[in-house]
């Protein structure tokens, strides 16, 4: 089984690009399932992901959105996090937010279940312990599962392997989303998980993060408010492709998957 996974999409040439071109993508990886961290796709109308733009990217072929930090930005997200199974919002996060923090993805027969949580350093929400949320959903979710994938959507590096490695044996897939910045470590843990500690962003090329650099550098500068518009270069698609045993219990191969447009 192959799970194709792509990192935060940013802004709406990072929306369209994916949009475009997720199907042949699926196809050229052999892909049995993608999930897409969509927290951004809607930069431009505020930050955060829309209702449409959730839509337009389940309609392309996510068959997981997971989110992050700006998971409730767009208020017309809410009713959907709350009724649709395929749309995460991070699950160690105050039981009265909208939406879930985990969902069971059948994929050919067999149940994924798919985790999203946020990291506690350097991030500005009341986050729980995500050690003890990931302990508590397997605990939970025990014989509704065959594997189990989980986006760690955190800033810290430290936090994510510290986590990863904490579950690697009981995760199979583990990826870590939000610097948009992918990182070259793509590998499988001792106990068979696949990992890397961050995937990458889909969106504007040789910017920062997907926005204009010269207006992030007056904003260091100066500290003066600014408006943050994303860049006008081309899109690249980055994400990584994780492989797993014929039997489920580990990941055999990870690769990372770069895309220029
Ligand atoms: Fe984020």
């Given at each position: 089984m192959k799970i194709l996974c792509f990192g935060d999409v940013v802004a709406q040439s990072g929306l369209d690009a994916l949009c475009k071109n997720l199907h042949l993508l699926k196809k050229e990886f052999s892909a049995d399932a993608v999930i897409v961290n969509g927290e951004n796709a809607s930069m431009g109308q505020g930050n955060g992901l829309s209702a449409a733009d959730a839509e337009a990217l389940l309609a392309a072929g996510a068959d997981v959105i997971?989110?992050?930090?700006?998971?409730?930005?767009?208020?017309?997200?809410?009713?959907?996090l709350d009724d649709r199974n395929d749309l995460l919002r991070p699950a160690n996060l105050h039981g009265s937010c909208p939406g879930k923090g985990y969902t069971v993805l059948p994929v050919n027969g067999v149940?994924?279940?798919?985790?999203?949580?946020?990291?506690?350093?350097?991030?500005?929400?009341?986050?729980s312990c995500p050690f003890e949320t990931l302990d508590r959903i397997l605990k939970d979710m025990e014989g509704q599962y065959d594997a189990a994938a989980v986006d760690f959507h955190a800033e810290a590096t430290s936090e994510k392997l510290a986590l990863a490695h904490y579950f690697d044996g009981r995760v199979q897939i583990f990826f870590g989303t939000h610097t948009h910045v992918p990182t070259a470590d793509a590998q499988i843990l001792p106990k068979g998980c696949g990992y890397i500690t961050d995937l990458g962003m889909c969106g504007p090329s040789c910017s920062a993060l997907g926005l204009r650099p010269d207006i992030i550098a007056r904003k260091l500068?100066?500290?003066?408010?600014?408006?943050f518009e994303p860049a006008a270069t081309p899109p690249v698609l980055q994400g990584a492709l994780f492989t797993l045993s014929p039997f489920l219990s580990s990941c055999t191969k990870v690769e990372r998957i770069e895309k220029k447009l």
């Open positions: 997971t989110g992050g930090n700006h998971s409730f930005r767009q208020k017309s997200l809410y009713g959907m149940n994924l279940l798919v985790v999203n949580l946020i990291g506690r350093v350097d991030t500005d929400l009341p986050a500068i100066t500290g003066l408010p600014c408006r």
